[in-house]
């Protein structure tokens, strides 16, 4: 295994790097207007910090896709009837239970 990662690490090296498009999100002042709006790759991300977030320690490293694609259809529908409703106030509606 190690005789296959040193390669691997230096062809890494070698790739052009993307372009970096540093975004600061301040999530707590994001409307759900502004979730929907952000972009397939921003949902995601965000989601993904907000489903973490409210799940807190309690189910260790464990993730239910099921349970998580629930929430997030349910996210989506909440924020798609409350745009101007803050997705923190969405996600304690939705994940905070």
């Not at 991300?45 to 349970?67: C, S």
């Not at 798609?80 to 509606?93: D, L, M, N, Q, R």
């Amino acid at each position: 295994m190690k005789l296959l990662a040193a390669p691997l690490f230096a062809a890494a090296l070698m790739l052009p790097s993307a372009p970096a498009s540093a975004v600061v999100l301040d999530l707590s002042t994001m409307s759900c207007k502004q979730f929907v709006e952000s972009g397939d790759d921003s949902i995601k991300m965000v989601f993904i910090w907000l489903d973490g977030w409210y799940k807190g320690d309690q189910d260790e490293a464990l993730f239910d896709t099921e349970v998580f694609i629930e929430n997030a259809k349910k996210f989506g529908k909440y924020c798609a009837e409350h745009p101007t409703v803050s997705i923190v106030t969405a996600a304690e509606k939705i994940l905070g239970n």
